[in-house]
C-alpha cells in the first residue's frame, strides 16, 4: 500500500526567501504525482502535476521535480511572499486514478 | 475553468440522521471522488466513480454510500450519521485517462454530528 510523507510538517521563513518542501512515497509504480495547495476552510487547489515520465515541471515561482526510483519529489519555491502562506500537499496517482495524499507541510512567510 | 460545487459549507447534523452531501461539476468530468479530511490522517478516499451508475469503493467506504444518476452530479450518503464521521468532505473530479488527469477540488463541506 502506498504510504506517501510529507517532511516538515510546519515551516516558518522570511519573505523573501527560496524554500523547498519534501515529499517521499513507498511505491515507484505511480502514473504522476500532484501538488496542490489548501487555504484554512478551503479546498485544494492543483499547482502542478508531473507525469511519471517527467523529471520536472514549472509554474511562475513554483518548480516540482520527481524522482521515482528514489521515491522522491520537491517543491521549490522561489523568492517568497506572505501570500504563499497555506498546506502545500502532494499526492501519488495509482491504479484507478486514485490518488494517496501525505499530511502536507503548513508554510508561514512572514514579512 | 473547472467548477466543482458542493451544496453545503457547514453542516450540523444528529446522530442517526440520514445526510445528504451534493457535489455538481460543469465540465463533463467522467470521474469524481468523495473524500474525507481529518487532522493527521489527511485525505482518504471514501467512493469514487467513473461513469453514470458505476462506483468503487475507496479506502474507507464502511458507513457512507454514493449515488451518481446524472453525470454531473455525485452524492456522498451517511445512512446513519455517527459521531466519527464529524469531519471536513472534500468532492473532486476529472477526465478520464489512466491516472494522467489533475483532480480538481470543491471548497469542502465541513460536518458536524452532534
Known amino acids: 500500500k502506498q504510504e506517501v510523507t510529507q517532511i516538515p510538517a510546519a515551516l516558518s521563513v522570511p519573505e523573501g526567501e527560496n524554500l523547498v518542501l519534501n515529499c517521499s512515497f513507498t511505491?515507484?509504480?505511480?502514473?504522476?504525482l500532484q501538488w496542490f495547495r489548501q487555504d484554512p476552510g478551503k479546498g485544494l487547489t492543483s499547482l502542478l502535476l508531473i507525469q511519471s515520465s517527467q523529471r520536472e515541471q514549472t509554474s511562475g515561482r513554483l518548480n516540482a521535480s520527481l524522482d521515482k526510483s528514489s521515491g522522491r519529489s520537491t517543491l521549490y519555491i522561489a523568492a517568497s511572499q506572505p501570500g504563499d502562506s497555506a498546506t502545500y500537499l502532494c499526492?501519488?496517482?495509482?491504479?484507478?486514478?486514485?490518488?494517496?495524499f501525505g499530511t502536507g507541510t503548513r508554510l508561514q512567510v512572514t514579512l | 475553468d473547472v467548477k466543482v460545487t458542493q451544496s453545503s459549507r457547514y453542516l450540523v447534523k444528529r446522530t442517526g440522521e440520514k445526510v445528504f452531501l451534493e457535489c455538481v461539476q460543469d465540465m463533463d468530468h467522467e470521474n469524481m471522488f468523495w473524500y474525507r479530511q481529518d487532522p493527521g490522517l489527511g485525505l482518504r478516499l471514501i467512493y469514487f466513480?467513473?461513469?453514470?451508475?458505476?462506483?468503487e469503493k475507496g479506502d474507507i467506504p464502511e458507513g457512507y454510500s454514493v449515488s451518481r444518476e446524472k453525470k454531473e452530479r455525485f452524492s456522498l450518503i451517511l445512512e446513519s450519521a455517527s459521531t466519527n464521521q464529524t469531519s471536513m468532505y472534500l468532492c473532486?473530479?476529472?477526465?478520464?485517462?489512466?491516472?494522467?488527469?489533475?483532480?480538481?477540488f470543491g471548497d469542502g463541506t465541513r460536518l458536524s454530528i452532534l
Open positions: 473532486a473530479s476529472s477526465l478520464a485517462g489512466e491516472g494522467n488527469q489533475p483532480q480538481h
Open positions: 511505491d515507484s509504480a505511480i502514473y504522476n
Open positions: 499526492a501519488t496517482t495509482g491504479t484507478a486514478s486514485k490518488l494517496t
Open positions: 466513480s467513473y461513469d453514470v451508475k458505476m462506483k
